[in-house]
Nanobody
Framework: QVQLVESGGGLVQAGGSLRLSCAAS????????MGWFRQGPGKEREFVAA???????????DYADSVKGRFTISGDNAKRTLYLQMNNLKPEDTAVYYC?????????????????WGQGTQVTVSS
C-alpha cells in the first residue's frame, strides 16, 4: 500500500502562486508514475500533470494543455515527495487538487489506472 498526503493549498489572488506537496509513504516501486489531478466545483476530475519515473534518473513529464507554461511538476525521490508549482493562477484553477500514484510508468495512463490517491487539498483563486 501507498499513502499520499497533500499539502500547500490555500486562497490566492489571480496571478499569484502556490506550491503543492504530496508526501508518499509505504511501498516503493522501481518504476512508477505520480500525478496531480483536480476537480473544480461542478466539474469532473481532470488530469493536471504527471511525472513518470522509468529509472533512477530517467523520467518523463506530462501536462494538461490548460496548465502548460504555468505549472511545473517535480519530485524528490529521497524525500518521496511530489510537488506542483503553480504560477500565474487563474480563477478557473480553483479546485480540489489530488495527488495520485501507480506502480508502473507506461505512458498516457487513464485516470482509472492510478491506484493510490490522496485526500486532496483545496486551491481557491480569487479574481
Amino acid at each position: 500500500q501507498v499513502q499520499l498526503v497533500e499539502s500547500g493549498g490555500g486562497l490566492v489572488q489571480a496571478g499569484g502562486s502556490l506550491r503543492l506537496s504530496c508526501a508518499a509513504s509505504g511501498r516503493t516501486f522501481s518504476a512508477y508514475t505520480m500525478g496531480w489531478f483536480r476537480q473544480g466545483p461542478g466539474k469532473e476530475r481532470e488530469f493536471v500533470a504527471a511525472i513518470r519515473w522509468v529509472g533512477r534518473s530517467t523520467y518523463y513529464l506530462d501536462y494538461a494543455d490548460s496548465v502548460k507554461g504555468r505549472f511545473t511538476i517535480s519530485g524528490d525521490n529521497a524525500k518521496r515527495t511530489l510537488y506542483l508549482q503553480m504560477n500565474n493562477l487563474k480563477p478557473e484553477d480553483t479546485a480540489v487538487y489530488y495527488c495520485a500514484a501507480r506502480g508502473v510508468a507506461t505512458p498516457n495512463p487513464r485516470m482509472t489506472e492510478y491506484v493510490y490517491w490522496g485526500q486532496g487539498t483545496q486551491v481557491t483563486v480569487s479574481s
